[in-house]
């Protein structure tokens, strides 16, 4: 069973930088897709940047392009969001997640194992 702990959120100023981290144990696949995703209030969980095993191919969210950065330490079974230039509008709970699939995987639906998320607050 794969599980999954996101840490690093925080309250930050706009304009500010924040890097979340994600903590796997039991992941032993060979093919995966590690995804970020978020959640603002009353609103539905959304893709923000997803990253291969297999080619480190990594795609973004065109709300977070060329602010966040999706890094792998995978022989730590180590993944993080370094996230700059932050908006209000980035204000959500973060969530990290496996895809068994492998490639890149951007919709919530293609994950199966999701950590608890880590609350991220942009004030303006």
């Known amino acids: 069973e794969v599980h999954l702990v996101e840490s690093g959120g925080g309250l930050v100023q706009a304009g500010g930088s924040l890097r979340l981290s994600c903590a796997a144990s039991g992941l032993t696949l060979i093919n995966y897709s590690i995804g970020w995703f978020r959640q603002a209030p009353g609103k539905e969980r959304e893709g923000v940047s997803s990253i291969s095993s297999a080619d480190g191919s990594t795609t973004y969210a065109d709300s977070v392009r060329g602010r966040f950065t999706i890094v792998s330490d995978s022989a730590k079974s180590m993944w993080y969001l370094q996230m700059n230039n932050l908006k209000p509008e980035d204000t959500g709970l973060y969530y990290c997640?496996?895809?068994?699939?492998?490639?890149?995987?951007?919709?919530?639906?293609?994950?199966?194992?999701w950590g608890q998320g880590t609350q991220v607050t942009v004030s303006s």
């Open positions: 997640a496996v895809s068994e699939y492998g490639g890149l995987r951007t919709r919530t639906y293609e994950y199966e194992y």
